[in-house]
């Protein structure tokens, strides 16, 4: 198997199309595990909890400005884009599901395992036979679809993505015509969370921060420190990597950046206050709660129908905001995510009738059929 | 913004009392933080006295703040700070009629009046920064020549354009919203330095303000031989908005968000939250908390909680010797320790009201007389109204923008200007909207269900307030004196004011109701406004009754000037008196103009600052 994988346009299209798909994947499984805490408890969950999944917002944006830097096309309405969960995802020799579910411990071992990739043991390692393994995303190469690729990682596909950036912008410049154009860009004016880390992207150095963003506050990536590669729990701007973030739950102590010697805590060792959790202060959702769950409860069906419209709807407007109309993001979206939110707790708030102890959840399962989306809100 | 973990620890009473600090800081509103963090950065060792609890250094004492004003049914502007006996402060609740020859005693302030004041501020950390509203205009030319160019109020012993440079760290330290070209304007003489411009982008009009704005246009006055064109402007605000990316040469801005221990993802951008006053639920607006969180990334600066100033001691020389200090146990216990505090200079910080307070209670009148005199606080005037159509009232921050053409001209010889805010919070402040208007249509019109929300929206969507933030000029009778016999339970005296706004101003707001008036016409708003003689802010003016509220922008106290005789402290807020003493914050203003005072107390921070470091 080659290392790198990409070496022509299409192929990258096709790895940044993936890339896209599995930033947003991650989304509603945060957004459902910050949801069912329960209103004024687990406040550092919470906030622990909303800082990444805004984070996760800002890698999707990254991911749609490389993309249209290249000349792709966002498409988040695609039949295949939101997974259908469990999904699968590579890492390493097996693969994990990520599911929907309460804020719990087995959750935040989900995320854990989403933010802390492991590398390939060598370099020819990157790719893996597809026999071995059902990558959520079908990875299939443009001109012979029967041929999957299947990465070891999150983090090895985002360094092959990187790889073939450098590889094609070299060709191009070769060749004469640019692999790179200023279209459609998002930039900081329309996005303003996640660390205020938007790239808008025009050439090679702005497409490799942008990869380098989403890795970094992901996997707070290996550090050389004479001699080894040592995990740091910080990014390079110096905050705590998603991962660490949510280790600071499971181990009930928040990780100083700069500790007492003025040093960034060690992996696995927090030194910082304590943070309590409460695992009971949490709405006990059915994991992975599906449609047809509701069949003999035609309100629950409806409400869990319409917040599967509203998201679908929510997706059409940001993809026009990703295809040039990036002011809806002022606009028309940040209200639309409150709307969500609203519809989302409607479901998590009902108990599930005929199941004692657990509630019911939103599905995330798309419409297949042609929907119209209500008007933009906004003169 | 991370607030470093232990700075709060890093000093103790014992420890305290075994050092003698570069500089002792009273107060950790705006004025106190700037400073803090300006000497701190130079190196300087630095004591933060604060009376207030460390709450709203986290977000979890933050939150408790919320929890609180979010659970009352009261919401007055002090609403979410707890009471503490030990640390009084005044609330609206507090304000009444005032019977001539009998003081008020029953809130902190004792009112001798005439005038009941409702005015309030905030005693934790952090000060009443976390409870203001942050409209942050800068101060016009010619409030600094009132005496030369209207023969009224005094002139400042600087020049407004002195102040430039700290206009702009002050700008950029409290985050402010704005655009140079649409704040510069000839006829008010405000003009900024070449190649200028704010951190962030303005924040946007709200729907309210241009419908207003539409139906004003064209719409011109004329006062004693001048024509002002009547126009709705955003104003300046120290809340997130878009950063400016073409900020100080291509640097761009990283607006700071929430202060915590730990990262926070939270207050990047204004949300639109309505209820700035009393307290930003997401921390988009700024508040000295952020300041000081940059200031105690100093090892050196330290802060006290829970420690009141009580006397400032003077040697035989005129020199501050120390400064007692009361440590109370819990806010429910009188109970304190004492300890003297020692430092080359002393800051006072802790407002116009409370630094003279704590002046004469340590027996330092000037020998002018004048500390404590001179108070000043902008003189509110509200006229409301019922639009002809859905505005969409209760959205956005409290104000978004306002009429603001009257700022300045020729009509200062004879009266007050004002700056009209355009209120986004519909009657709110008038008459206590929403809760006025459920009260009304449920018992009065006797609706229920789907017909009373419909009456609700229909209502509350179309409400319009103007405020007029009326210019009050210093008179030496409106003051802040001590009386042996009104103390606190701590045993420190309490302020007592005695206070009305003078003539000049009324004449002011009685134009601000014509013009009220006026601006309904042209929108065809049904005019609401009614003034109950009952009420505690009643004032007759020429057979008019008007209502005048507070706007909690104390200043004149300790009043700038030229030279001893005639002033408290010098340009740099230094005493004139007594040379390690400095007294900064609103108290220093000679006038307060039309200008929302927190700015300037931030710019005056800047330069005592700089001057302070060549003494230390």
Request: aromatic content about 10%.
């Given at each position: 198997m080659p290392n790198n994988p990409i070496t022509t346009i299409p192929e990258l299209h096709e790895h940044l199309k993936v890339a896209m798909q599995l930033e947003h994947a991650t989304i509603p499984p945060y957004l459902l595990a910050l949801y069912t805490i329960r209103p004024d408890t687990n406040l550092e969950a919470t906030r622990i909890l909303r800082t990444v999944v805004v984070e996760e917002m800002l890698h999707l944006t990254l991911a749609a400005n490389i993309f249209n830097a290249v000349g792709g096309t966002p498409d988040l309405i695609a039949p295949d884009f939101v997974p259908k969960y469990p999904a699968h995802l590579p890492d390493g020799e097996t693969d994990f599901k990520v599911s929907l579910r309460p804020f719990s411990c087995a959750a935040l071992d989900t995320f854990l395992d989403i933010e802390r990739p492991r590398k390939a043991p060598t370099p020819d390692k990157r790719m893996i036979h597809k026999g071995a393994r059902r990558f959520a995303f079908s990875l299939q190469h443009p001109d012979d679809p029967k041929h999957e690729l299947a990465y070891y990682s999150i983090g090895e596909f985002y360094e092959a993505i990187a790889d073939g950036l450098r590889y094609l912008n070299n060709e191009h410049c070769k060749g004469g015509s640019p692999l790179f154009r200023d279209k459609n860009q998002v930039g900081p004016k329309y996005y303003y969370s996640g660390?205020?880390?938007?790239i808008e992207v025009n050439d090679l150095k702005t497409a490799l921060k942008a990869i380098d963003t989403i890795i970094q506050q992901g996997e707070g990536f290996d550090r050389e420190d004479g001699g080894g590669f040592i995990r740091s729990i910080v990014t390079d701007d110096g905050e705590l990597s998603h991962d660490f973030r949510f280790e600071q739950l499971k181990l009930g102590r928040y990780y100083l950046t700069k500790n007492a010697e003025g040093k960034p805590d060690k992996p696995g060792h927090p030194t910082g206050p304590e943070l309590k959790v409460d695992w009971d202060a949490v709405y006990p959702t059915k994991v992975n709660a599906k449609l047809t769950d509701y069949t003999d409860y035609p309100e629950l069906h409806a409400a869990a129908v319409a917040f599967n419209r509203e998201y679908f709807c929510f997706l059409r407007l940001l993809n026009s905001a990703y295809n040039g109309q990036p002011n809806l993001l002022l606009t028309d979206l940040v209200p639309k995510m409150f709307a969500l939110r609203n519809l989302m707790l409607q479901l998590i708030h009902v108990p599930m009738p005929g199941m004692t102890g657990f509630n019911a959840a939103p599905t995330f399962e798309m419409p297949s059929e042609e929907i119209t989306c209500p008007e933009k809100v906004t003169q | 913004m991370i607030f470093p973990i232990g700075a709060m620890q890093r000093t103790n009473s014992e420890k305290v009392g075994t050092e003698t600090y570069d500089a002792v800081i009273v107060g950790s509103g705006i004025a106190g933080a700037i400073i803090a963090n300006e000497l701190g950065r130079s190196g300087k060792r630095v004591l933060v006295l604060e009376a207030g609890e460390g709450t709203g250094s986290t977000l979890n004492g933050y939150h408790e703040y919320l929890t609180r004003y979010f659970a009352t049914a009261y919401k007055d502007n002090q609403s979410p700070y707890p009471t503490n006996p030990d640390v009084p402060m005044p609330r609206s609740s507090d304000a009444r009629k005032i019977t001539p020859g009998i003081p008020l005693t029953s809130g902190y302030l004792v009112q001798n009046g005439p005038f009941g004041t409702d005015t309030t501020y905030t005693r934790v950390f952090a000060g009443t920064s976390l409870h203001w509203e942050a409209k942050t205009p800068r101060m016009l030319p010619s409030d600094f020549r009132m005496q030369d160019d209207f023969g009224v109020g005094v002139n400042w012993p600087i020049a407004h354009s002195s102040l430039n440079d700290y206009y702009e760290k002050a700008e950029h330290e409290l985050g402010v919203s704005s655009d140079v070209s649409v704040q510069q304007d000839p006829k008010l003489d405000l003009r900024f330095r070449t190649g200028y411009d704010f951190p962030m982008h303005s924040i946007p009009l709200s729907y309210l303000d241009k419908v207003v704005d539409r139906g004003i246009r064209g719409t011109s006055v004329e006062l004693f031989g001048e024509t002002f064109d009547l126009s709705v402007r955003s104003f300046p605000q120290a809340r997130n908005g878009v950063p400016n990316p073409a900020y100080e040469n291509g640097k761009g801005f990283a607006p700071v968000g929430a202060v915590d221990t730990v990262q926070s993802e939270m207050g990047g951008r204004c949300q639109g939250n309505n209820n700035c006053v009393p307290i930003c639920p997401i921390q988009a607006k700024y508040h000295a908390g952020k300041t000081l969180a940059k200031a105690l990334q100093n090892p050196d600066v330290h802060i006290l909680t829970q420690s009141v100033a009580s006397k400032i001691v003077m040697d035989e020389n005129g020199r501050v010797r120390h400064i007692e200090v009361k440590r109370y146990h819990r806010p429910s216990s009188p109970e304190f320790s004492s300890l003297n505090v020692t430092g080359k200079v002393y800051v006072l910080c802790t407002n116009a009201i409370e630094n003279a307070r704590l002046m004469l209670a340590s027996g330092l009148q000037s020998r002018n007389g004048l500390v404590g005199r001179n108070l000043m606080d902008h003189a509110y005037l509200l006229s409301w109204a019922l639009m002809p159509?859905?505005?969409?009232?209760?959205?956005?921050?409290?104000?978004t923008g306002g009429i603001v053409n009257l700022r300045n001209g020729r009509f200062r010889t004879h009266q007050a200007a004002f700056a009209a805010d355009i209120h986004n919070d519909g009657w709110g402040w008038a008459v206590g909207s929403p809760l006025y208007d459920l009260r009304l249509v449920v018992d009065q019109q006797n609706l229920f269900g789907p017909e009373l929300r419909k009456e609700l929206v229909r209502r509350i969507n179309r409400q319009l307030l103007l405020a007029f933030m009326i210019d009050v000029l210093p008179d030496e009778n409106n003051r802040v004196s001590v009386d042996p016999r009104y103390l606190d339970d701590l045993g420190n005296m309490r302020p007592v004011i005695s206070y009305t706004p003078p003539e000049y101003t009324m004449r002011g707001a009685a134009y601000a109701r014509q013009l009220a008036r006026l601006v309904f016409q042209r929108l065809g708003a049904a005019d609401y406004t009614a003034y109950d003689p009952a009420d505690y802010g009643y004032i007759t003016y020429e057979d008019e009754g008007y209502i005048i509220r507070g706007g909690n922008h104390l200043a004149g106290t300790h009043i700038m000037g030229p030279s001893a005789d005639r002033s408290v402290v010098d340009e740099n807020q230094r005493s004139w008196e007594h040379e390690n003493l400095y007294l900064a914050?609103?108290?220093?203003?000679p006038t307060i103009g039309t200008s929302n005072i927190s700015l300037t107390i931030a710019t005056l921070s800047y330069k005592s600052a700089e001057a302070i470091l060549r003494v230390i």
């Amino acid at each position: 198997m080659p290392n790198n994988p990409i070496t022509t346009i299409p192929e990258l299209h096709e790895h940044l199309k993936v890339a896209m798909q599995l930033e947003h994947a991650t989304i509603p499984p945060y957004l459902l595990a910050l949801y069912t805490i329960r209103p004024d408890t687990n406040l550092e969950a919470t906030r622990i909890l909303r800082t990444v999944v805004v984070e996760e917002m800002l890698h999707l944006t990254l991911a749609a400005n490389i993309f249209n830097a290249v000349g792709g096309t966002p498409d988040l309405i695609a039949p295949d884009f939101v997974p259908k969960y469990p999904a699968h995802l590579p890492d390493g020799e097996t693969d994990f599901k990520v599911s929907l579910r309460p804020f719990s411990c087995a959750a935040l071992d989900t995320f854990l395992d989403i933010e802390r990739p492991r590398k390939a043991p060598t370099p020819d390692k990157r790719m893996i036979h597809k026999g071995a393994r059902r990558f959520a995303f079908s990875l299939q190469h443009p001109d012979d679809p029967k041929h999957e690729l299947a990465y070891y990682s999150i983090g090895e596909f985002y360094e092959a993505i990187a790889d073939g950036l450098r590889y094609l912008n070299n060709e191009h410049c070769k060749g004469g015509s640019p692999l790179f154009r200023d279209k459609n860009q998002v930039g900081p004016k329309y996005y303003y969370s996640g660390g205020a880390h938007l790239i808008e992207v025009n050439d090679l150095k702005t497409a490799l921060k942008a990869i380098d963003t989403i890795i970094q506050q992901g996997e707070g990536f290996d550090r050389e420190d004479g001699g080894g590669f040592i995990r740091s729990i910080v990014t390079d701007d110096g905050e705590l990597s998603h991962d660490f973030r949510f280790e600071q739950l499971k181990l009930g102590r928040y990780y100083l950046t700069k500790n007492a010697e003025g040093k960034p805590d060690k992996p696995g060792h927090p030194t910082g206050p304590e943070l309590k959790v409460d695992w009971d202060a949490v709405y006990p959702t059915k994991v992975n709660a599906k449609l047809t769950d509701y069949t003999d409860y035609p309100e629950l069906h409806a409400a869990a129908v319409a917040f599967n419209r509203e998201y679908f709807c929510f997706l059409r407007l940001l993809n026009s905001a990703y295809n040039g109309q990036p002011n809806l993001l002022l606009t028309d979206l940040v209200p639309k995510m409150f709307a969500l939110r609203n519809l989302m707790l409607q479901l998590i708030h009902v108990p599930m009738p005929g199941m004692t102890g657990f509630n019911a959840a939103p599905t995330f399962e798309m419409p297949s059929e042609e929907i119209t989306c209500p008007e933009k809100v906004t003169q | 913004m991370i607030f470093p973990i232990g700075a709060m620890q890093r000093t103790n009473s014992e420890k305290v009392g075994t050092e003698t600090y570069d500089a002792v800081i009273v107060g950790s509103g705006i004025a106190g933080a700037i400073i803090a963090n300006e000497l701190g950065r130079s190196g300087k060792r630095v004591l933060v006295l604060e009376a207030g609890e460390g709450t709203g250094s986290t977000l979890n004492g933050y939150h408790e703040y919320l929890t609180r004003y979010f659970a009352t049914a009261y919401k007055d502007n002090q609403s979410p700070y707890p009471t503490n006996p030990d640390v009084p402060m005044p609330r609206s609740s507090d304000a009444r009629k005032i019977t001539p020859g009998i003081p008020l005693t029953s809130g902190y302030l004792v009112q001798n009046g005439p005038f009941g004041t409702d005015t309030t501020y905030t005693r934790v950390f952090a000060g009443t920064s976390l409870h203001w509203e942050a409209k942050t205009p800068r101060m016009l030319p010619s409030d600094f020549r009132m005496q030369d160019d209207f023969g009224v109020g005094v002139n400042w012993p600087i020049a407004h354009s002195s102040l430039n440079d700290y206009y702009e760290k002050a700008e950029h330290e409290l985050g402010v919203s704005s655009d140079v070209s649409v704040q510069q304007d000839p006829k008010l003489d405000l003009r900024f330095r070449t190649g200028y411009d704010f951190p962030m982008h303005s924040i946007p009009l709200s729907y309210l303000d241009k419908v207003v704005d539409r139906g004003i246009r064209g719409t011109s006055v004329e006062l004693f031989g001048e024509t002002f064109d009547l126009s709705v402007r955003s104003f300046p605000q120290a809340r997130n908005g878009v950063p400016n990316p073409a900020y100080e040469n291509g640097k761009g801005f990283a607006p700071v968000g929430a202060v915590d221990t730990v990262q926070s993802e939270m207050g990047g951008r204004c949300q639109g939250n309505n209820n700035c006053v009393p307290i930003c639920p997401i921390q988009a607006k700024y508040h000295a908390g952020k300041t000081l969180a940059k200031a105690l990334q100093n090892p050196d600066v330290h802060i006290l909680t829970q420690s009141v100033a009580s006397k400032i001691v003077m040697d035989e020389n005129g020199r501050v010797r120390h400064i007692e200090v009361k440590r109370y146990h819990r806010p429910s216990s009188p109970e304190f320790s004492s300890l003297n505090v020692t430092g080359k200079v002393y800051v006072l910080c802790t407002n116009a009201i409370e630094n003279a307070r704590l002046m004469l209670a340590s027996g330092l009148q000037s020998r002018n007389g004048l500390v404590g005199r001179n108070l000043m606080d902008h003189a509110y005037l509200l006229s409301w109204a019922l639009m002809p159509q859905d505005c969409g009232t209760m959205r956005g921050t409290n104000c978004t923008g306002g009429i603001v053409n009257l700022r300045n001209g020729r009509f200062r010889t004879h009266q007050a200007a004002f700056a009209a805010d355009i209120h986004n919070d519909g009657w709110g402040w008038a008459v206590g909207s929403p809760l006025y208007d459920l009260r009304l249509v449920v018992d009065q019109q006797n609706l229920f269900g789907p017909e009373l929300r419909k009456e609700l929206v229909r209502r509350i969507n179309r409400q319009l307030l103007l405020a007029f933030m009326i210019d009050v000029l210093p008179d030496e009778n409106n003051r802040v004196s001590v009386d042996p016999r009104y103390l606190d339970d701590l045993g420190n005296m309490r302020p007592v004011i005695s206070y009305t706004p003078p003539e000049y101003t009324m004449r002011g707001a009685a134009y601000a109701r014509q013009l009220a008036r006026l601006v309904f016409q042209r929108l065809g708003a049904a005019d609401y406004t009614a003034y109950d003689p009952a009420d505690y802010g009643y004032i007759t003016y020429e057979d008019e009754g008007y209502i005048i509220r507070g706007g909690n922008h104390l200043a004149g106290t300790h009043i700038m000037g030229p030279s001893a005789d005639r002033s408290v402290v010098d340009e740099n807020q230094r005493s004139w008196e007594h040379e390690n003493l400095y007294l900064a914050g609103g108290g220093s203003m000679p006038t307060i103009g039309t200008s929302n005072i927190s700015l300037t107390i931030a710019t005056l921070s800047y330069k005592s600052a700089e001057a302070i470091l060549r003494v230390i």
